[in-house]
């Protein structure tokens, strides 16, 4: 069977197309300022903030050792009852998720004040859950925050708040 040659060009131009649709499933691109968290992605599933003590970094700085002093999690404001429905799902019972929980997830999450669809709640194993519509954690210069579990569950932001109040700011893929 005969080869053309625009047959090659046009494998050339779908292995580059794949290549591309898969790189942008896999990217993050996450901003963070001292007001918000904006993805390019909605965001789902929600994520964490934890302030850390760090005990040592890589050779860029990152911090590497270090114990988390307190947990904040973000997310859609009717999590629980998804897990509850999931939960009848599996055994066998009927939900009505879709019908009554009208979350809509946005690329944008405010620290400072409300977000439609989302809530914020101290992580505490085996405690009730308190919720608050602002995140409840302050940024305090000399300290260092963690967020992950935003786009991928290797990907980490890390921020250090200076003296000056400015932040610097480190994200990191860890495998």
Known sequence: MPTYPHNKQIMKILVILVYLTLLSGCYCSIQVSKTKLHSVHK?????QISKITVDSFTSNEIPLNFTMDTTIRCFPYCYEYASELEYKAINGENSVFIDTCNFKPSRNIYFNKPNADYEWAFFIPFEPKNSYDILPLK???GNWYEIKNICDPYFFIYIYVKENNNWKIKKVERW
């Open 139 to 141: 940024f305090i210069k």
């Open 43 to 47: 965001i789902e599933t929600g994520f």
